[in-house]
């Protein structure tokens, strides 16, 4: 099992002194590794059994047009799949998350033939979730980014599900979050895996679930260059996630 194969990378304190990202990922029973940007690159870059796409920094992308939003810095494709069937649960885990407030979305695409040729940038992503404010106003209300957080050590957990109409190939999978907490200037951390998706289906998104990454974000949005703490939005009580609607099959 991946568990017992893939050494563990690196220190969780590593995480605590900066921002964060998604460190590894379960399904089922099933533990499998993410990249570890502050331990050594070449025997992960080499690792048969990586199934997240490289990324060497926890610090945020800070532009919507920069061809590493689509899976962070360099980006580069791993080796490894993560097998799910359609219609079961993977979940994202976390260390040390510390903003709370903004969207966080899960993203598919659909890799072709083989993941590792695909350029991330130029792919057809559609929303399998998104998550943003629950209750309260977009300043100091309840969005789940706030809940996302822990303060207790814990790992924060992020759970979606592959959607059970999907028809079964080779996706990537992105963990999107975006921060608001700095006025006028959002951050994203995003992260991808392999996935080898199983199972009976026959669906998929048509072209108004379909977007590319960068491209479906703009500082034209209002809800991407937005400032939470000037009157006029801090006390709005909606917030609508830019972007296309989730697909669900």
Sequence with gaps: ??????????????????????????????????????APQEAQDLADWMPQRKWTTN????QPSNLSLACNFPGTPARASIPITAG???????YSWVHTVGPMVAWMAHCGADCRALDASAAAWFKIGEKGLQAGDIETGDWFQKTFSRWDGAPSLWSERVPAALRPGKYLIRHEIISLHSANKPQWYPECAHLEVKGQGEGFPGEEYLAKIPGVYS???????????????A????YKIPGPPVWTG
């Design 88 to 94: 079961a649960t993977i979940t994202a885990v976390y």
């Design 219 to 233: 500082m034209d949005q209002p809800e991407i260059n937005i400032d939470i703490y000037a009157p006029e939005v």
């Design 1 to 38: 099992m991946w568990h017992l194969l893939a050494p563990i990378f690196g220190c969780l304190a590593q995480y605590a002194s900066a921002h964060g990202g998604a460190v590894n990922y379960t399904v089922g029973d099933t533990w499998y590794p993410g990249y570890d940007p502050y």
């Design 235 to 238: 006390s709005r009580t909606e």
């Design 59 to 62: 610090e945020p992308i800070f």
